[in-house]
């Protein structure tokens, strides 16, 4: 097999020090101020910028770049009609008889049901599939590896990029979510990964009151003593 062909390295300017803390604090603030949206305006969002933030999505990285995902972006009424009925049907049947008492217990505070009017309300909604297997030029199939990582990892991207733009999300996981392959037209052999659902809240949005964990709670520093010189 011969070697993917390379290109000089582009994209990362030399920055100092005192301006890469100042690019990280104000993305942290920003992405900081993310939260999932239950509550949605019918205001529109142009197709435009969704198209740049799969773009975005797209760039993310993957096994062997073998970009193991699909999305589906939905905006028309009756398709969205569609999706909110079956999604209201499954979560019906999870609240009502697949969930743990423990589980139940968990979701509480966060106020959740089987009802889900954002899935109507809100301008857009996105499919991501999970490919775990693709095909050549030849139609040959081929495997993709760690293909449910390579989804997260764009998946993740796709809400930052979002949020950027000034929208917001809700990450939707109906169990089972089959439904999406018909609905939305999608091979068999394609996982529906999450339903992410994408518009601006709406003026009277609520969310609940919640923090965060601490830096020191999520990570761990094994790093060499800063006040050393560096060799």
């Known amino acids: 097999m011969s ?14 020090p005192e301006e890469m803390r100042a690019r990280a604090r104000a993305f942290c ?8 949206v239950r509550d949605y305006s019918d205001r529109p969002v142009p197709r435009a910028v969704i198209e740049d933030c799969l773009r975005a999505a797209g760039s993310a990285p993957s ?30 049947e999870f609240y009502q008889h697949r ?13 959740t049901g089987p009802e889900k009017p954002f899935l109507e309300t809100a301008p ?3 499919g991501i599939f999970e490919q775990r297997w693709g095909y050549d030029a030849a139609g040959a199939k081929v495997k993709h590896y760690y293909p449910k990582e390579s989804v997260g990892i764009a998946t993740g991207l796709l809400i930052a990029a979002l949020h950027q733009a000034g929208l917001a999300t809700l990450t939707h996981t109906p169990s089972p979510m089959k439904f999406l392959n018909r609905i939305m037209g999608r091979p068999p052999e394609e996982r529906p990964f999450l339903l992410l659902v994408a518009g601006h ?25 800063e006040s050393q010189p560096k060799s």
């Open 201 to 225: 809240p709406a003026a009277d949005a609520r969310v609940p009151d919640i923090g965060r964990k601490s830096l020191g709670e999520i990570a761990t520093f094994l790093a060499a003593d």
């Open 99 to 111: 969930a743990s008492e423990e589980w139940l217990e968990a979701l509480a505070p966060l106020g």
């Open 124 to 126: 857009w909604l996105i």
């Open 3 to 16: 070697a993917t062909p390379s290109r000089p390295l582009a994209g990362y300017p030399a920055v100092g």
């Open 63 to 92: 096994g062997a770049n073998l970009q193991p995902w699909h999305f589906v972006a939905v905006s028309a009424p009756a398709v969205k009609r569609e999706i909110r009925l079956a999604a209201e049907a499954e979560e019906r």
């Open 29 to 36: 603030e920003q992405i900081s101020r993310r939260r999932t």
